[in-house]
T-cell receptor, first 112, second 113 residues
Framework: NAGVTQTPKFQVLKTGQSMTLQCAQD?????MYWYRQDPGMGLRLIYY???????DKGEVPNGYNVSRLNKREFSLRLESAAPSQTSVYFC???????????FGPGTRLTVL | GENVEQHPSTLSVQEGDSAVIKCTYS??????FPWYKQELGKRPQLIID?????GEKKDQRIAVTLNKTAKHFSLHITETQPEDSAVYFC????????????FGAGTILRVKS
């Protein structure tokens, strides 16, 4: 039981490049989330998927897109990376509404 | 939307002393309040949570209190140990479809031995 996994662990991009961050969970959770963590700002929700087939914007969705590929996988795409998107990205999942969110190990992204 | 404020931003205590971290929230409809601990370079992990139908919850050295009227909740750690040193985040959300959480900015807790 791996829990929540994320790939890659580290990534360096140049301004304007695109990339997709992958997230998968093996806990049969219904809901999945993408957060970014910046120093002094806590965790901010980018997008979430309450259940397979649905996605909704969080606090800071601009510059990102998501795909809930199936119940296990939820990807985050940066179409044209900007230096302001330099951050640590965490994926999380929860079984249902009101439940504990389990976090992945994070992806450290640097945009030059 | 929901806004969560967390204080203090840093807290230093002597080993064995107690530590208290406070959070306020703005949306009176929020009813789920978790606390996460994040060690350096690691992922956030839930340490305790409370729902709005409960005023206090304890788990060994950790307790959380909730005041719905004042819209604030607090984390209490007693008999602090060096391994309690970490960043602590509070969050608030509605226990409904999707469970969207809003996090506080975090508190760096340092326990000096």
């Amino acid at each position: 039981n791996a829990g929540v996994t994320q790939t890659p662990k580290f990534q360096v991009l140049k301004t304007g490049q695109s990339m997709t961050l992958q997230c998968a969970q093996d806990m049969n959770h219904n809901s999945m989330y993408w957060y970014r963590q910046d120093p002094g700002m806590g965790l901010r929700l980018i997008y979430y998927s309450a259940s397979e087939g649905t996605t909704d914007k969080g606090e800071v969705p601009n510059g990102y897109n998501v795909s809930r590929l199936n119940k296990r996988e939820f990807s985050l795409r940066l179409e044209s990376a900007a230096p302001s998107q330099t951050s640590v990205y965490f994926c999380a999942s929860s079984f249902s509404s009101g439940g504990e969110q389990f976090f992945g190990p994070g992806t450290r992204l640097t945009v030059l | 939307g929901e806004n969560v404020e967390q204080h203090p931003s840093t807290l230093s205590v002597q080993e064995g002393d107690s530590a208290v971290i406070k959070c306020t929230y703005s949306d009176s409809a929020s009813n789920y309040f978790p606390w996460y601990k994040q060690e350096l370079g690691k992922r956030p992990q839930l340490i305790i949570d409370i729902r709005s139908n409960v005023g206090e919850k304890k788990d060994q050295r950790i307790a959380v209190t909730l005041n719905k009227t004042a819209k604030h909740f607090s984390l209490h750690i007693t008999e602090t140990q060096p391994e309690d040193s970490a960043v602590y985040f509070c969050a608030a959300g509605k226990g409904e479809y999707g469970n969207k959480l809003v996090f506080g900015a975090g508190t760096i807790l340092r326990v000096k031995s």
